[in-house]
């Protein structure tokens, strides 16, 4: 099988029988949104407290 294929068949359902606008603009919204942290993330960085740090070793007595 085709990887990805049910996205198109999603595709076309939505193409034959469009859904309310609503919905339409939160897709959108969402698209937006992950673009948007993309950006952020890719121009201004992580923040150093958001950083994997390994924690130091536990001391056994």
């Known amino acids: ?11 076309k ?4 029988r469009p ?3 609503a919905r339409v603009l939160l897709v959108v919204g969402v698209i937006v ?3 948007g942290l993309v950006a ?3 121009w201004v960085g992580w ?4 950083g994997v740090t ?8």
Do not use: K, Q, T
């Not at 359902?13 to 034959?16: M, V």
């Open 47 to 50: 923040p150093d407290w958001m």
């Open 54 to 61: 390994p924690l130091p070793a536990p001391r056994s007595f």
């Open 40 to 42: 952020v993330e890719r």
């Open 19 to 21: 859904p309310p606008p």
């Open 33 to 35: 949104a992950c673009l």
């Open 13 to 16: 359902r939505w193409a034959d």
């Open 1 to 11: 099988m085709i990887p990805g294929l049910h996205w198109l068949f999603r595709m």
